[in-house]
């Protein structure tokens, strides 16, 4: 039965609020970048740098020598961001497809451990995840006699790789629910099965779905690899701490920081700004 | 209780788990700390937050130009910058400079609610002036009509309906921060994650505290995931939504 409106004072736009905040619920908060927020963070760095080059005393390099000189090793650190952003967002995805394909599984039991496994991984914060990975993961396992070794950031990837699996599982779910349920009928009715209309008409509908709140994901993921800098792993975070603590001068913590805040948002920004584009243009309209 | 004590005591000597925050008194009190350290935390921080919000959202509402602006930027800055590095900027930065004005009082507890608050705060002030702005003018319209005046409008009228309109999206905030607050460990903040890693670095029972971490913080997130939600249901506008 419909519930009908008790209280017809609301305008659309409440109910779009509703259902944004629904939907962040299950596909994770919206990383929202415009051009601006660079500019502003180009502004910090400028600011940063000027009071840097301020300080400067005489016969010391300027600061953006300094920058320069560091920028090749801040740069090996970025990619070694990325190496883990792609890593985990790959592992992370292929796990979350399971789990995800779990949860609308017809079988009871598999379909509530599922669940349970999602929120798991959901409802613990990523930190805990990290940690979690990096002190439980040996440092080396030995297969077929030979010695394997496990690097830091091997461990850093899988530990950032469970809540992504998690929150992928969830987009997944999300996706296939919001599937009308007359698509399921007008399949069956064709006389499709249950995994025909799954593979068939479903899931490739899902694909456009999921395909925003993945790529946000996919943002919000990078971001959060600077907290592998908490666990010792040699990322950008980490080796800007080490180039600051070698430089050893005062002030130039602004410009540095800055600099590495641009870097990422050099890089993320047109995610952000891709992922409205596609949301813009797979919106059902209604 | 000391039943139950010698109980993990006996489960350490028989199967090896070594759950030295119960049977040990020393560690015991050292992790009960740390888990309401991370329940005071988030409690302070999630009414400040609010708090916050709704100072913000008030101030965005003004017609005064310099205000709004000021609100507006702090919002962008807090929105899209990392809870860590704010958190760095609050306790290194400002907490550095300011040192000599508020002396050792102000410590890194208190940073890191202030640095926290304001994160989630800004989340707030956004989510509350949408919600205000949800409630149409005609209805603001027919409370002047009655005869309301302006504060009661606010008080009896927009505010019980944005706040309905506005509490799915902050209570998806109000969990985010309650995940952010381990985010304190990097400034030596005694909570949680921080007691447990002092724990499992002097009994050396690192897999077992992990294991009791990752519960301990689903449970409590649980709890708040399930509070809130309940109370969603409980206030929800009929027929709205969904």
């Known amino acids: 039965m419909k519930r009908e409106s008790v209280l017809p004072v609301l305008l659309p736009d409440a109910s779009r609020l509703v259902q944004t905040a629904l939907r962040e619920r299950r596909d994770g908060w919206r990383v929202r970048l415009r051009a601006s927020h660079g500019g502003a963070l180009l502004a910090v760095f400028v600011t940063g740098c000027a009071i840097a080059q301020a300080q400067v005393q005489a016969g010391n390099p300027s600061i953006l020598e300094t920058i320069w000189k560091w920028t090749p090793l801040l740069a090996r650190g970025f990619v070694f961001n990325l190496a883990i952003s792609f890593m985990a967002m790959g592992i992370g995805s292929i796990a979350g497809l399971f789990l995800g394909y779990a949860q609308i599984s017809l079988l009871s039991p598999v379909r509530k451990t599922s669940w349970f496994v999602t929120h798991f991984f959901r409802n613990a914060p990523w930190l805990v995840l990290l940690f979690y990975c990096m002190f439980l993961i040996p440092f080396e396992v030995t297969l077929f006699g030979t010695k394997i070794p496990i690097p830091d950031w091997t461990k850093a990837t899988l530990g950032l790789a469970l809540p992504v699996m998690a929150n992928v599982s969830e987009i997944l779910r999300g996706a296939v629910q919001s599937i009308p349920t007359t698509q399921w009928e007008a399949a069956s009715s064709l006389a499709f099965n249950r995994r025909q209309t799954m593979w068939m008409i479903i899931l490739p509908q899902c694909i456009k779905r999921m395909l925003p709140p993945w790529m946000n994901l996919y943002a919000i993921l990078t971001m959060s690899t600077v907290l592998a800098s908490i666990v010792g792993v040699n990322e950008m975070m980490t080796l800007t701490q080490r180039a600051l603590s070698a430089e050893n001068r005062p002030g130039l913590l602004l410009s540095f920081y800055s600099y590495v805040l641009l870097w990422f948002f050099v890089y993320c920004y047109p995610i952000a700004r891709w992922t409205v584009h596609l949301e813009a243009r797979y919106a059902v309209k209604q | ?242």
């Not at chain 2, 202030?114 to 702005?133: D, K, T, Y």
């Not at chain 2, 109000?174 to 670095?201: D, F, G, H, R």
């Open chain 2, 1 to 242: 209780m000391q039943v139950v004590w010698d109980w993990f005591r006996w489960l350490y000597d028989t199967t090896g788990i070594n759950l030295t925050i119960f049977y040990d008194a020393f560690d015991r009190t050292r992790f009960a700390s740390g888990f309401w350290m991370t329940v005071k935390l988030s409690v302070i921080c999630i009414l400040l937050s609010v708090v916050i919000g709704i100072i913000g959202a008030g101030i965005q509402r003004s017609r005064y130009r310099i205000p709004r602006t000021v609100v507006y930027w702090y919002i962008q800055a807090f929105r899209n910058t990392p809870p860590l590095v704010q958190l760095y900027f609050f306790y290194f930065g400002l907490g550095a400079l300011l040192k000599g004005v508020t002396g050792p009082m102000v410590t890194n507890v208190t940073w890191a609610i202030i640095s926290l608050s304001f994160f989630a705060g800004a989340f707030n002030v956004e989510i509350f002036r949408s919600g205000i702005e949800a409630v149409p003018r005609t209805t603001l319209e027919a409370a002047e009509s009655l005869g309301f005046s302006r504060l009661q409008t606010y008080l009896r009228i927009v505010f019980p309906l944005a706040f309905r309109i506005s509490l799915p999206a902050l209570n998806n905030n109000l969990v985010n921060l309650v995940k952010t607050t381990t985010l304190a460990y990097a400034i030596a903040v005694p909570e949680m994650l921080y007691v447990s890693s002092q724990i499992w670095s002097d009994e050396l029972n690192v897999p077992v505290m992990m294991n009791v971490l990752l519960v301990a913080y689903f449970v409590l997130v649980g709890i708040l995931v399930w509070i809130m939600h309940r109370w969603e249901k409980a206030i929800r506008v009929p027929g709205f939504g969904v």
